[in-house]
């Protein structure tokens, strides 16, 4: 089994419809990450969590909103989804006593239509 | 807002030559990161470089960091055509893995 699961891999739905995009983790990292890209734009960073308590907001979280359900969970929800927020979708996790860098998922392609 | 910025964007060279990619970042970070993605697929982290370490080594990998530039560079050297594929870096500015902030990456393609 992969280290970072996400589901879907693939995704359409419809301009207005809530959509939530799940995470695991079998890494038994406290910190999660999710990141959207854009082709040109790179990565950029939605939310993060350090802990099961500790939710912080990333670059761009407006029309985005995300729940840690566990250490090893983490979702990231679309209210009502836009054009705009076609992208591929990427959840990481690290572990900041390591230098190993992020753990990144396979990614959610997600497209509204 | 992106901290850094690749160059070039795209790169293409025959089999067997090196590779080298750029980094360039604005603000003062703790470490970077390169990581390498195929076509679509999740990023995987090849190398951390620390902000006191100038140079490091890692296979057929080697990076610089060069902070009073505020750059670094990737060279990839013998490269494979399993080596095609998109770089990142990325920046880190707090102690200990926090809230990478990634570039807009490479290109890099290799002619067999």
């Known amino acids: 089994d992969a280290d970072v699961t996400q589901t879907p891999r693939n995704r359409i739905t419809k301009t207005g419809k809530r959509i939530m995009l799940e995470c695991s983790q079998t890494k038994g990292h406290d910190r999660m990450y999710w990141y959207r890209q854009d082709p040109g734009l790179g990565l950029r960073l939605i939310y993060y969590?350090?802990?099961?308590?500790?939710?912080n907001k990333g670059e761009i979280s407006d029309g985005y909103s995300v729940s840690r359900q566990a250490q090893a969970k983490f979702s990231l929800s679309l209210e009502s989804a836009i054009p705009n927020q076609t992208a591929l979708y990427f959840c990481a996790t690290s572990d900041p006593n390591r230098p190993d860098g992020y753990t990144f998922g396979s990614g959610t392609r997600l497209t509204v239509v | 807002s992106q901290q850094g910025e690749e160059d070039p964007q795209a790169l293409s060279i025959q089999e067997g030559e090196n590779a080298t990619m750029n980094c360039s970042y604005k603000t003062s970070i703790n470490n970077l990161q390169w990581y390498r993605q195929n076509s679509g697929r999740g990023l995987v982290h090849l190398i951390l470089?620390?902000?006191?370490?100038r140079e490091k080594h890692s296979g057929r990998l080697r990076v610089t960091l060069d902070t009073s530039k505020k750059s670094s560079s990737l060279l990839i050297t013998a490269s494979r055509a399993a080596d095609t594929a998109s770089y990142f870096c990325?920046?880190?500015?707090?102690?200990?893995?926090?809230?990478?902030?990634f570039g807009t990456g490479t290109r890099l393609t290799i002619i067999p």
């Open positions: 470089i620390r902000s006191n370490e």
């Open positions: 990325a920046t880190g500015s707090n102690f200990g893995n926090e809230k990478l902030t």
């Open positions: 969590s350090f802990d099961v308590k500790d939710i």
